[in-house]
């Protein structure tokens, strides 16, 4: 399994919002409704931000959404707040087996 | 508290093998598959294995298939991770990971594995 694509960097300015791209194939993404977001400050474990394409978990902000079209999801960060800086990963079931993205680096301008 | 914390990391020669635990607290273990994700240093995280809840089925990646063994003891809410003839490429921090919707919503603190002569 190769890793999802994801673009390397995002950045934009407080209140602002950004998209993450996510791109798999049909064996991945493009199967399942199983995507996942991880977002990871530095040195401290990934922390799950959406789960089943568009779904949050309690106690996760409504500033984060999730979706998906074809082969490739994305998150989407509005608002964006300093505290929004962090790498993110997505994830996709494929099959009894799961492939993560490259991460994205977001910073806060 | 719902929390996991891994154990059994450290430094071991290139062929050598490692055993690393898991244990899990705060919520019904057996009711839940688990998983290990590890993360080369500043590198991307990489799914490593699953295991479901009655430890009955077994998932790995290629990269690890046939010289890594997932296990799980429901009776001391453990999971483990037998690591054999490892490689360089296998240095990383181990994260084990709770799943509930094909997610992974809990994770440990990682336990550092490093292979080198």
């Known amino acids: 399994q190769s890793a999802l694509t994801q673009p390397a960097s995002v950045s934009g300015s407080p209140g602002q919002s950004i998209t993450i791209s996510c791109t798999g194939t049909?064996?991945?993404?493009?199967?399942?409704?199983?995507v996942s977001w991880y977002q990871q400050h530095p040195g401290k474990a990934p922390k799950l931000m959406i789960y089943e394409v568009s779904k949050r978990p309690s106690g996760v902000s409504n500033r984060f959404s999730g979706s998906k079209s074809g082969n490739t999801a994305s998150l989407t960060i509005s608002g964006l707040q300093a505290e929004d800086e962090a790498d993110y990963y997505c994830c996709s079931y494929a099959g009894s087996s799961y492939v993560f993205g490259t991460g994205t680096k977001v910073t806060v301008l | 508290e719902v929390q996991l914390v891994e154990s059994g990391g450290g430094v071991v020669q290139p062929g050598g093998s490692l055993r690393l635990s898991c244990a899990a607290s705060g919520f019904t273990f057996d009711d839940y598959a688990m998983h290990w994700v590890r993360q080369a240093p500043g590198k991307g995280l990489e799914w490593v294995s699953l295991?479901?809840?009655?430890?009955?089925?077994?998932y790995y990646a290629d990269s690890v298939k046939g010289r890594f063994t997932i296990s799980r003891d429901n009776s001391k809410n453990s999971l483990y991770l037998q690591m054999n003839s490892l490689r360089t490429e296998d240095t990383a921090l181990y994260y084990c990971a709770k799943e509930i919707h094909e997610a992974f919503d809990i994770w440990g603190q990682g336990t550092m594995v490093t292979v080198s002569s």
């Open positions: 295991i479901s809840g009655d430890g009955g089925s077994t």
């Open positions: 049909s064996s991945d993404v493009g199967s399942y409704n199983l």
